[in-house]
């Protein structure tokens, strides 16, 4: 048996078998360490250094600087935070010599075949140390190039985010890049005490933070957009904010360059048709105020000033949203043509973009704009910062709140379905709000990922291109729909639907498959799979009416059965790998469980009437019968299921007596009370064991990649406390536990919703 805490300090020793009790403890763990803190608004240039649609940050000098010599040098910097020491790959591609530095070691030196083959890429296995890392890479030109592409290998899920590293730029994102230089002036490497200040390092860093001394005696709309054409609009916020309530009026006043319209909270409290100077006096209740300016242009000289005073109290502009890595009060957006004008609600938000007619300021393919700075190319830019990449210029704890990945898929609809068996609607008005932190910004991520190459947040829907990167999280988000009835989850659900019944690759028979070209995982097929996509469909089927979607739900089981089942233990293989034609023979846990809570979801929606129903009931009852004869005395299942020197895992543990309670409830089971007493043991297991009576959450397996021998499962794939792949499906089983055992002793009918 495996131990992951003294049995006094498990939550069964505290509760029993009060389910309830329990689940409330899990997600009031869950809620508490991922309090609702969304993404982070930081200064970012998209003229900098911007990422390639895989997400290496392009280096590419000879773009930046086609005038630089064969011999020059130039250097780019970068800090990186880590919560914790993290073993991460790096992929490098030279476009000459290179040399990279984690924090002053050497980490890599460019060989001649690197610098010249187009493309030679490198994998370089690196460890963050705990708290700031600092990369440096310097560059020599050639005439074949000049720089480098440097990022996350699969760096839509292991994100790497960067700051800029001088105090001057401290909280802004991305690199610093050096201008050439025709001496190397770090012979020896990175030298901390030099490179501790801009000013110190002898070297022009870009990109450049200042206007130059013509720009600032421009007007400050014109030096933004370049100028502007008669009838071009933009709009500036901030918020007032004032010392103390009462007292004497504010005043506002200033000037502009045509005209201009004043908001105060949404009421329009200054509107002056020509040029020239203003004053107002207002009355305003307490708190800060929003501020929201509308400039007409009617020359190329465009601009405006506003100041705010208030006798005998303190009274000031500021953001009004917190971005990290400026200290100036207002943002602004624009050029917008007169007929692209939006309501003034629109402009009092951030996660939105704002089409233009304009053929210039900060826009992407789609000709739309977002909210930047008055300075040079300085954009304001959300961005999804995991436990990774947190840093002191983060306001609050980073969480796993506002992220889009198919594990915190079933976290979140383990909450919601936890949340109304407890009558907690506190829960599912979080985990609605998870995702809506997500869909409301999903148009201006695809705008970002045009602008910057990657998007920073969304990044497994945006670049939507497997299975992993949408079903789960799209299961979740249409299961949140019956809570919140947003139609955005529906227009995303459309995309996601397309995706996987229109393009996504299948083998000649109809079956899901990974084509990866390339990767390790080229050309294979994967029970996980079942979850990542069926769930999806047969809730897509049940909003839209589409058979379609239920039909391939149900087709696919049949199919992955062909590949993957193993008859003889009556349970599944994890991988099919086409390349050797031939499955993996190796029944990981999770990968089974993954199956066998698919296949609830689809009977679930099935009809009686439906053709594949007898076949996927049959299905059903060999697959639990065949893991039901796996499970060990704790109640528990192994990572791998036929091994018994396996140890024990708790993902798939919570699996099992989630479909099992499912099976008996739903009245599936050819022999219910044999698969009553395995969900019940497994519930207990899970709780003497796995759970302890914080809430932590134990001895869930790591993500996995796929092995033909069981020891990469047991040897190589760890648990980790508190892993998403546990706490949802932790949830799930709970509360489906509990609902077998009311039905069974409350005298109530099985099939209960």
């Not at 030298?191 to 200042?210: F, K, M, T």
Request: aromatic letters at 12%; hydrophobic letters at 40%; charged letters at 20%.
């Amino acid at each position: 048996m495996t131990y992951y805490f003294d049995a006094q300090e498990s939550a069964y020793a505290q509760f029993g078998d009060d389910e309830g009790a329990v689940l409330g403890l899990l997600a009031d763990r869950y809620k508490g360490a991922n309090p609702p803190v969304p993404f982070i608004f930081r200064v970012s240039y998209p003229s900098g250094v911007s990422q390639t649609r895989e997400g290496l940050y392009e280096l590419d000098l000879q773009a930046k600087f086609p005038d630089a010599r064969p011999g020059h040098f130039a250097y780019a910097y970068a800090l990186v935070w880590s919560d914790s020491e993290r073993n991460l790959d790096l992929l490098l591609e030279s476009l000459g010599p290179v040399q990279a530095y984690l924090n002053e070691e050497r980490i890599f030196r460019s060989n001649v075949i690197e610098e010249i083959l187009p493309k030679a890429r490198v994998k370089l296995n690196v460890t963050f140390a705990k708290g700031w890392n600092r990369l440096f890479i310097k560059m020599t030109s050639t005439p074949a190039g000049f720089g480098c592409r440097l990022g996350a290998d699969e760096a839509k899920v292991r994100i790497l985010n960067v700051l800029t590293p001088f105090p001057g730029r401290a909280g802004q994102s991305g690199w610093v890049y050096s201008e050439p230089v025709e001496k190397d002036l770090f012979p020896d490497g990175p030298d901390v005490h030099r490179l501790a200040a801009e000013e110190r390092s002898g070297l022009i860093w870009l990109p450049a933070q200042q206007w130059d001394e013509a720009q600032s005696r421009q007007p400050n709309l014109s030096r933004m957009f370049g100028g502007g054409r008669p009838g071009q609009l933009a709009y500036a916020w901030t918020k007032l904010e004032r010392e103390r309530l009462g007292g004497a009026p504010v005043i506002l006043e200033g000037q502009a360059s045509g005209p201009i319209t004043v908001w105060v909270n949404g009421t329009a409290v200054l509107e002056q048709p020509h040029a020239g100077s203003f004053r107002k006096e207002l009355v305003l209740g307490g708190g800060s105020c929003d501020v929201l300016v509308r400039s007409v242009c009617t020359d190329a000289a465009w601009g405006f000033t506003l100041g705010a005073s208030c006798a005998g109290a303190s009274c000031r502009f500021a953001l009004p949203v917190p971005v990290k890595g400026t200290d100036q009060a207002w943002m602004f957006v624009g050029p917008l043509a007169p007929d692209k004008d939006l309501p003034l609600s629109d402009f009092i938000r951030t996660d939105r973009v704002y089409p233009t007619g304009s053929a210039s300021g900060h826009q992407g393919a789609d000709n739309s704009v977002y909210w930047r700075l008055d300075a040079p190319d300085a954009a304001i830019r959300p961005i999804y910062e995991n436990a990774m990449l947190s840093n002191k210029w983060t306001v609050g704890t980073v969480t796993n709140y506002a992220r889009w990945d198919y594990p915190l898929g079933v976290t979140i609809y383990g909450l919601l379905q936890a949340g109304r068996w407890l009558s907690r609607p506190d829960l599912t008005a979080y985990a609605v709000a998870h995702v809506q932190a997500c869909t409301r910004m999903f148009d201006y991520a695809l705008w970002d990922r045009e602008q910057y190459g990657f998007p920073a947040i969304n990044q497994q829907l945006v670049l939507m291109k497997m299975l992993d990167n949408c079903g789960s999280f799209g299961s979740a988000m249409l299961e949140a729909y019956s809570v919140c009835g947003d139609e955005e989850f529906l227009r995303i659900a459309e995309l996601i639907a397309d995706f996987m019944l229109n393009r996504l690759e299948r083998r000649e028979d109809g079956a899901f498959f990974r084509e990866c070209p390339g990767e390790y995982s080229a050309n294979t097929m994967w029970a996980d799979d079942l979850y990542m996509s069926t769930p999806f469909l047969c809730r897509y089927y049940k909003l839209t009416g589409c058979e379609r979607a239920l039909d391939e739900a149900a087709n696919q089981f049949l199919l992955f059965r062909n590949y993957l089942y193993i008859p003889e233990h009556q349970i599944m293989s994890h991988v099919f790998d086409f390349k050797y034609g031939k499955a993996t023979g190796i029944p990981w846990g999770r990968g089974n469980g993954w199956t066998l809570f698919s296949l609830t979801e689809v009977l679930e929606t099935l009809p009686d009437t439906h053709s594949a129903r007898p076949a996927l009931l049959a299905f059903f009852n060999e697959l639990c019968s065949g893991y039901a004869a796996l499970q060990a005395e704790s109640g528990l299942w192994r990572q791998v299921l036929n091994d018994p020197d396996a140890y024990e895992e708790a993902s798939c543990t919570a699996m099992f007596a989630y479909a099992f309670a499912r099976g008996v409830r739903f009245g599936w089971l050819n022999d219910p009370e044999r698969f009553l007493a395995a969900a019940s043991n497994a519930w207990k297991g899970l709780a003497r064991v796995a759970i302890d009576r914080q809430g932590n959450v134990h001895g869930v397996c790591s993500g996995s990649r796929y092995a033909f021998h069981a020891e990469y499962y047991k040897d190589d794939l760890k648990t980790v406390l508190n892993d998403n792949h546990g706490i949802g499906i932790m949830m799930l089983a709970g509360t489906e536990v509990a609902k077998l055992k009311l039905a069974v002793t409350g005298g109530n009918e099985m099939h209960v919703g």
